[in-house]
């Protein structure tokens, strides 16, 4: 895990943190489906999991070396420079194409999950009476979330934390989006495009010796939602880090398979041809969140007329995104010809 890594490795470690923060943003797609699929789940996970008390220990003493080492720092800082570029470049052109384009970014989403079904169980022949099982109970939690009702929005500190808890599932366990949980706790607009949009015109305004969004209250209280949301994803990332590592050792096929079930369940999230359904009140008006944004009920989900160049435009994408997957696989087969 601690060996020397090529440049080469290098780069394509902080192009797999880029990927991981795009697809964590995007309701319905898992971050941890990269981890999978990119063949650095198990690493990702395992080093998570040291940072423990004996990490501490280290990092108290001064002993910033061996910790660095111990932690597997080389991979998690490439990996989550990666991620935090993504948040600022990738999730604002995603930002951009969803407004845009939106049925082709569900398109190529939904193409680059039905490649990683076929990644994740090509190799997997370990099908008996308990993976069989785990695989339903994973299909049937990723249909069942699928169809949830969203909440209203709750600027609440102690439940931000906790949505910085749960949210963060996304980059753990592939399958399950982080981001479309957020949108069913009635929290994603509020921390994942205003409170990061806070912080980049923060860090803008900074740039230039700006210094006004410190008597701009809103702004302010932005920010501090953003801080604990992220103390919460800390929390969490490395609490579920040590249970999953605990599991990916006694029960790695049980584990895989209830993955990918999850997975297949979480198609009706992606899916890229639907409506969505604001809530409305008894008056039949829009009711808006305190960001003066319509709240998200559901999505009526329907069949595409193919008679019309965008559907066939949408197939397409979702072409490319299956051979996203295919791409990755026959990367992974080259590396290890040449090793």
């Known amino acids: 895990m601690n060996q020397p890594r090529s440049f080469t490795d290098k780069f394509f470690l902080v192009v797999k943190g880029l990927c991981m923060g795009a697809a964590n ?21 395992y080093s998570l999991q040291k940072i ?29 420079f990666g991620m935090l570029v993504s948040y600022f470049s990738v999730s604002k052109i995603l930002d951009y194409f969803l407004v845009t384009h939106e049925l082709y970014v569900w398109s190529a989403f939904f193409g680059m999950i039905l490649g990683s079904i076929y990644y994740i169980g090509k190799d997997f022949d370990y099908w008996k009476k308990k993976t069989f099982t785990a695989a339903i109970i994973g299909l049937s939690v990723g249909v069942a979330i699928s169809f949830l009702s969203p909440a209203k929005e709750n600027d609440n500190l102690l439940f931000i934390f906790l949505c910085g808890i749960i949210s963060v599932s996304g980059m ?3 399958g399950l989006s982080g981001s479309f949980i957020l949108i069913l706790l009635g929290n994603y607009v509020l921390l994942l495009v205003d409170s990061v949009n806070a912080l980049y015109d923060t860090f803008s305004e900074l740039l230039v010796g700006d210094f006004s969004f410190t008597s701009n209250t809103e702004r302010l209280h932005t920010l501090k939602i953003l801080a604990v949301f992220t103390l919460g994803s800390a929390t969490g990332l490395v609490t579920l880090s040590h249970v999953l590592t605990f599991v990916l050792k006694h029960y790695k096929h049980v584990t895989t398979a209830t993955i990918l079930g999850f997975i297949t369940g979480s198609l009706g999230v992606v899916w890229p041809w639907k409506k969505t359904i604001f809530k409305t009140g008894i008056d039949g008006e829009s009711i808006l969140d305190s960001n003066g944004k319509q709240i998200i ?8 007329d193919m008679t019309t160049v965008e559907n ?11 051979s996203i997957l295919l791409l990755l696989d026959w990367y992974g087969k080259n590396r290890k010809t040449e090793s």
């Open 25 to 45: 943003k995007v309701p319905g797609v898992s971050g941890g489906i990269v981890a999978f699929v990119g063949g650095f789940y198990e690493e990702f996970i």
């Open 52 to 80: 423990n008390a004996k990490a501490f220990k280290l990092l108290i003493n001064g002993r910033l070396k061996s910790f660095y080492r111990y932690i597997n720092g080389s991979f998690l800082t490439l990996l989550i």
């Open 172 to 174: 753990t366990l592939p």
């Open 297 to 304: 009920m559901n999505y009526e989900r329907f069949l595409p």
């Open 312 to 322: 066939w435009m949408a197939i397409i994408c979702i072409i490319f995104g299956i």
